[in-house]
């Protein structure tokens, strides 16, 4: 009776530890999927609730270099009447894959950083979901 126990607990482990590589293994297969240059939209909808604002545009453009050392430059190209703003904004931060669902996006010294949902992935095309109702298109 002991040893049958035993035989279940290391069967129990042994499907654990595969369990865990495959995460692994699943991480890092998207991380090297992200991992390049990528056109990009960000696009948010009004609330339904709210009053509508004219001469609003809930999209903005811009590009994603992101290496494989774990550094990412974002260039997002506002515009007046851009409901994410008018300037051209170009940022370097660091970036890593969690769990294979979450690409989180950290600046340095920042322990928590700016997770954002994996939703879609391809070889050329990503989709990204920041908050309830911000969306990131990338596309090669």
Same mark, same amino acid.
Request: net charge negative; hydrophobic share 40%.
């Given at each position: 009776?002991k #040893? %049958? ?10 499907? @654990? *530890? ?10 890092? %297969? &998207?991380? #090297?999927?992200?991992? !390049? ?6 696009v ?15 999209? @903005?453009? !811009?590009? @994603?270099? &992101?290496?494989?050392? !774990? ?6 190209? !506002? ?10 904004? &170009?940022?370097? *931060? ?11 996006? &950290?600046?340095?010294?920042? #322990? ?20 309830e109702d ?5 596309? #090669?």
């Amino acid at each position: 009776m002991k #040893k %049958r126990h035993l035989t279940l607990l290391i069967l129990a482990l042994a499907i @654990m *530890l595969n369990a865990c590589d495959s995460t692994k293994g699943e991480t890092e %297969r &998207i991380s #090297k999927t992200i991992a !390049g240059d990528w056109n990009v939209q960000w696009v948010t909808y009004p609330d339904q609730n709210a009053s509508q604002t004219e001469g609003i545009n809930y999209t @903005m453009n !811009g590009l @994603m270099n &992101i290496k494989e050392d !774990g550094k990412i430059t974002i260039s997002a190209y !506002g515009y007046d009447g851009c409901i994410f703003g008018s300037d051209t904004l &170009i940022h370097t *931060l660091n970036w890593e894959v969690v769990s294979d669902t979450v690409l989180n996006l &950290i600046n340095d010294g920042d #322990k928590y950083g700016i997770p954002y949902t994996i939703k879609e992935i391809s070889d050329d095309k990503i989709k990204l979901q920041l908050v309830e109702d911000v969306f990131l298109f990338l596309t #090669k």
